[in-house]
């Protein structure tokens, strides 16, 4: 969609404008009024000043006599005459021969110019940016310079704007929409019906899955005009500015009706209100979310526009805005599932040359959980690899590797481990893979590498899930874990000490157990009581515990329990499987990357081949 700019004249401007009057007065007006006071008199008029002595200061130039009578309280101007004996008479008579005659200047005239005038054209200018200020908070329209004007970016309609068809892996999202979509095109058809629109309608979900692409989709199925701000563009320095911000941009929509207005990230402004004030409130953030709710309450059925709004904080809105009557509706943009992300692969190929071999279906699984923009920059991470290695076409491994560089980074190629470290990394990696093989309803290994990688990884094991799961069983959590410990489990297998590359592995083991006890209800002791709640489910899952110190402690000890009781199963299956240990170690070390088949080619017993 195009956007239109509004055009900005910054305070400077107007300083400007002052300045060149100013400047322009001095250079010719100045100089007007000065010349008025010379008179030009002939040369005779100037003869009988010389006889009656009434001359007081003379200046004789090749082109003009310039002369003062006796007070010096007026000039005078003649032209030269041939006159040999003039200079005579005029010593005689008592004149001053000066190099320069100053023009004097009438003192109520220079008092004027040099002065007060200046004061009253400043005097003048704080006047009326006064008077605009006093507008802006008082919520006139006139805001001349923008402190109080809506920063929304307009986009106007177009047939190149986005469509749904461009936003993949979002169907229930988007069935949502098409209702906004079909009431723009007919609204009569709901006004006969006694249907009403939603005012507002809130797009929640995790980073990178859409949520502007969706709303700006909307507008460019609707072909009406698209407003778009960011919940922080209302946040001003002077108290009383986001609510005039937030008053000119519904004016401003209600002109350009039917319209869809998106306010991006609204946690910025919708936070929940303190419930008293001081030093821990915001009072700018409170007044402007207070006119936002004021608006969007004011708003008359059916006038035809469409309140959007995107957050990845929807339990940190305020509840007033989140009622029924404000923000109606909450459409929740999710992680795309299998299908979802295939789909979302297949679009954004379309922007590269692909070879026919390549199977998305196959990169959608091994990229479970991406966002759609993680799977947007694996599609350009792997054009990328393509035109590296010289060619335009992006094959299969390109997309593969792009993956691992969106998980691991990209590969360290000036980092060289001793052999030592080399064969510990070899084994600490298939005792990941050897334990995850051996347990049941584990996800297949995929790839297996030693190569270290830019995030710090100096190998990793990649299993990926034949399809999407929605739930976890108690079992499966535990086999994870035990996967998670299979790596130190075979450090101390084989070589019976530890290393610090195990860090990664044990944090993400206590997260489970831990989880499985707190939110889960696996436990036998605690049952089904949640001893911690997720804060944030979209912004990293964070929680906090809200038990006693006591149940803390008693926490912490089934942890442990938990973990350690995995990581001896763990031990127990390498030990069981040593001779296979080593052998898969080995044909790991010499070849440093491993494809799932040739693990489990020798692992069955099969020809390593």
Known sequence: MKEVKSPKKPLLYYYCIVLLIIFLFNLLLAPLLAQNQ???????????????????????????????????????????????????????CGAKFDRVIEEPTSPILSFLLTFVLPILIFVGLGQYMSKKFMEQAGGKNAMSFGLGKSSAKVYVQSTKGIRFADVAGEDEAKESLQEIVNYLHDPGKYTEAGATMPKGILLVGPPGTGKTMLAKAVAGESNVPFFSISGSEFVEMFVGMGASKVRDLFKQAKE????????????????KRNSGSGYGGNDEREQTLNQLLTEMDGFEENTGVIILAATNRPESLDPALTRPG????????????????EAILKVHAKKIKPAEDVDFHIIA???????????ANIINEAALRAVRNGRTI??????????????????KKNAVLSDQEKKVVAYHEIGHALVAAKQTNSAPVQKITIIPRTSGALGYTM????????????EEIENK????????????????????????????????????????????????????????????????LACAPDTQRDIDRKVVELVKKQHEKAIKILEDNRSKLDELAGFLYEKETITGEEFMDILTGGDKQ
Do not use: W
């Open 326 to 341: 404000r923000f109606d509706r909450r459409v929740p943009v999710e992680l795309p599932d299998l299908q979802g992300r």
């Open 481 to 544: 874990i035990a996967t998670y410990t299979g790596g130190r489990a075979a450090e101390e297998v084989v070589f019976g000490s530890v290393t610090t590359g195990a860090s990664n592995d044990i944090e993400q083991a206590t997260k489970l157990a831990r989880a499985m006890i707190t939110r889960y209800g696996m436990s036998d002791e605690f049952d089904m009581v949640a001893m911690e709640t997720v804060q944030n489910q979209y912004l990293g899952s964070d929680t906090s």
């Open 38 to 92: 010379v008179i030009e008199v002939d040369y005779g008029t100037f003869m009988d000043m010389i006889e009656e002595g009434d001359i007081g200061i003379v200046q004789v130039e090749d082109t003009q006599i310039v002369f003062t009578n006796k007070d010096e309280t007026q000039i005078y101007e003649t032209g030269p005459m041939d006159d040999p004996t003039l200079t005579e008479r005029l010593h005689n």
């Open 256 to 271: 350009k009706a039917p319209c869809i207005v998106f306010i991006d990230e609204i946690d910025a402004i919708g936070q």
């Open 365 to 375: 699984r091994m990229a479970a959980g991406a966002s759609g923009a993680e799977l």
């Open 394 to 411: 992006v094959t299969q491994s390109d997309l593969e590797e792009s993956i691992e560089v969106v998980i691991a980074g990209y590969q």
């Open 463 to 474: 299993q990926v899930e034949t399809g999407d799961k929605f739930l976890m069983s108690k």
